[in-house]
């Protein structure tokens, strides 16, 4: 089975930094996701990290250790526009690479 | 390239009626996924398809819901009877195994249903 944990909210000002933490516990590990998802819209697509260390993009950079089994997003100069939820998503390789989803954690920026 | 594309976007119903949503994958993705997903929370599977087979249907309340996957293309999620609890968005994602190593799935952009 999966179980993976992240806080419920966090809030943060325009211009900071924010890290949001996932821990996870999966039997066949396949990758760790993390995607972004505003209010009533789909989960988009935010980043990928199979092995361990910082994968960056642009003002976003996530990390894995798959010995600790954590995670974190962090977001720089934060905008307005990064208000939104970020859900982090274990592949697990023994079920056909099925994706399971944290609860979520929902970012509120502000000015 | 078309994304996954579902109908209906928004879905009110009385208990006790019938619902169904429809999905339609990526061209040339395998693999098929409906999730729910409730307010605040993360999306949870009900059901995945390998072409036209449910290899995983552990969490589909067989009592009231089924689903199928004609041909291995769209798929059709049916709610028979709806209970208030149903509320939720309905998300369907596509992968292909081609793609296996990198930006898990693609969603669609779900059927928000409201039992009233």
């Known amino acids: 089975g999966q179980n993976i944990d992240q806080p419920t909210e966090m809030t943060a000002t325009e211009g900071a930094i924010v890290q949001i933490n996932c821990t996870y516990q999966t039997s066949g590990f396949n990758g760790l996701f993390w995607y972004k998802q505003h209010a009533g819209e789909a989960p988009t697509f935010l980043s990928y990290n199979v092995l361990d260390g910082l994968e960056e993009k642009g003002r976003f950079s996530s990390f894995l250790s798959r010995s600790k089994g954590y995670s974190y997003l962090l977001l720089k100069e934060l905008q307005m526009k990064d208000s939104a939820s970020y859900l982090c998503a274990v592949r697990d390789g023994n079920a056909g690479n099925m994706l399971t989803f944290g609860g979520g954690t929902r970012l509120m920026v502000k000015p | 390239e078309a994304g996954v594309v579902q109908s209906p976007r928004y879905k009110i119903i009385e208990k006790k009626q019938p619902v169904a949503f429809w999905c339609n994958p990526i061209?040339?993705?395998?693999?098929l996924y409906w999730y729910r997903q409730n307010l605040g929370q993360g999306p949870e599977l009900l059901i995945r398809?390998?072409?036209?087979?449910?290899?995983?249907d552990s969490q589909l309340p067989k009592d009231r819901f089924s689903a199928e996957r004609l041909k291995g293309v769209d798929s059709t999620l049916k709610i028979q009877p709806a209970e208030l609890g149903d509320s939720a968005v309905y998300l369907c994602?596509?992968?292909?195994?081609?793609?296996?190593?990198?930006?898990?799935?693609?969603f669609g952009s779900g059927t928000r249903l409201t039992v009233v």
């Open positions: 398809y390998e072409n036209e087979e449910a290899v995983d």
């Open positions: 994602a596509s992968s292909s195994r081609r793609n296996r190593d990198n930006y898990g799935y693609t």
């Open positions: 061209s040339g993705h395998n693999t």
